[in-house]
Structures are given as structure tokens and as C-alpha cells.
């Protein structure tokens, strides 16, 4: 079936470090991709998407590469700070975000000053 | 932005009562609505979908009448967790899309812990 396997947390980094969280997946069909932030205390929030492959999706630095061939969603930033402490989630749906979204476990980031 | 609200933010029951959730979009219609389930360090498992005004949609292996779900308003819907057991405990999401059902806005959640 359809899923989302992303790399375990917690993950923790120092300000203005590079910052990779590995996400892929599996799906029938053309999946849209996307990418959710937790903050503590509050709900989940889109952070970018994509809906096509080699779109990229980007928002507050980070970015996300559809990759087809390597059924890959890859999240990146290229400096962090220690507001993007957080719990990141890769997520698929086989229609709009509106659809039924299947989740990866999410991975906690921590920053450190 | 779009804000939905859950009402509690965690709970305390005893095994055999039941637990009412509640999940409002605070400032949208919300069209659709889904209830999620998160155990400790796993991924949120949507449970049902629900539009207003129609029964819910419950995915498979969720019990409906276990967890019973009213979307009576567009702005409203409950989740209701009848004769709670332990293993009913876990973190309870729900999100709301409006009617361009472009973007789902996700609730703080309930974490519910039933003795």
C-alpha cells in the first residue's frame, strides 16, 4: 500500500548548520508531495508541497525536490536557526491536500544556539 | 491564517466512560473535516473524513461505532470515544479543508489518556 518512510529523529544541529531530513515513498499512481511542521504546542501546518515530479517546493529557506526515479522528497535547508526546532512530517496524497493524506512518523528537530 | 481549535487539549477518563472531542474552524467553513490518530513516535493515521451534514467516512479497521463522529455544522464537528479502554489512549488530530479544498489546517490535538 501507499506509505511514507522517513528518517528517525531526533535530529540535532547547531545554528546555521545544513540541515537534510530524508523522506521517501511509496505510492500507486502520481502522488502530491508534501511537507508539515509541528511547533511546540500547536498543530500541524504546511510547509511546502509538490505536485508533479522535479517540482520543487520551497518556503522559509527550506526546499523539497519531487524525484520520481528516486521516489524521494527530501527536505533541506541550508542554514537553520533555532526557531526551526520543531517535529517535521513527510506526507503523500493521491489528490489535493484536501484528500486523504498519508503521513511519515515525523522527525524532531532540535537547534542548537 | 485559517485556525482550527480542539477542545480539551488532553483528558483523564476512566476505562467504560465515553470522551467527546471537539474540533472547531474558527474562522472558515469547513466543508470537510478528518480525525487523526497519533500513537508515541508514529505517524498520524487518518481514522474518517467527514462533510457536513453527512455521515462520516471511516477508514478501514476503525471501528464507527467505537468512535462516532458528527460534522452537524461547518464549523464544527465532534469525536466521541464510547466506553474508553486503555488502549484507547493516544493523540487525537483533526483537520478541516474549505470548500476550494485546497489546503488542510490542522488542530493542536487532544491527547486522551483513559485509566
Known amino acids: 500500500g501507499d506509505s511514507v518512510t522517513q528518517m528517525e529523529g531526533p535530529v540535532t544541529l547547531s545554528e546555521e548548520a545544513f540541515l537534510t531530513i530524508n523522506c521517501t515513498y511509496t505510492?500507486?499512481?502520481?502522488?502530491?508531495l508534501f511537507w508539515y511542521v509541528q511547533y511546540p504546542g500547536e498543530g500541524l501546518q504546511l510547509l511546502l508541497k509538490a505536485t508533479k515530479a522535479d517540482d520543487k517546493g520551497s518556503n522559509k529557506g527550506f526546499e523539497a525536490t519531487y524525484r520520481k526515479e528516486t521516489t524521494s522528497f527530501h527536505l533541506e535547508k541550508g542554514s537553520v536557526q533555532v526557531s526551526d526546532s520543531a517535529v517535521y512530517f513527510c506526507a503523500l496524497s493521491l489528490g489535493s491536500s484536501a484528500s486523504k493524506i498519508i503521513f511519515g512518523s515525523g522527525t524532531r528537530l532540535s537547534i542548537r544556539p | 491564517g485559517a485556525v482550527v481549535s480542539q477542545h480539551p487539549s488532553w483528558v483523564i477518563c476512566k476505562s467504560g466512560t465515553s470522551v467527546k472531542i471537539e474540533c472547531r474552524s474558527l474562522?472558515?467553513?469547513?466543508?470537510?473535516m478528518f480525525w487523526y490518530r497519533q500513537f508515541p513516535k508514529q505517524s498520524l493515521m487518518l481514522m474518517a473524513t467527514s462533510n457536513e451534514g453527512s455521515k462520516a467516512t471511516y477508514e478501514q479497521g476503525v471501528e464507527k461505532d467505537k468512535f462516532l463522529i458528527n460534522h452537524a455544522s461547518l464549523t464544527l464537528s465532534t469525536l466521541t470515544v464510547t466506553s474508553a479502554h486503555p488502549e484507547d489512549s493516544s493523540f487525537y488530530i483533526c483537520?478541516?479543508?474549505?470548500?476550494?479544498?485546497?489546503?488542510?489546517?490542522f488542530g493542536p490535538g487532544t491527547r486522551l489518556l483513559v485509566l
Open positions: 474562522d472558515f467553513q469547513a466543508t470537510t
Open positions: 483537520s478541516a479543508s474549505g470548500a476550494g479544498g485546497e489546503t488542510q489546517y
Open positions: 505510492a500507486t499512481g502520481y502522488p502530491s
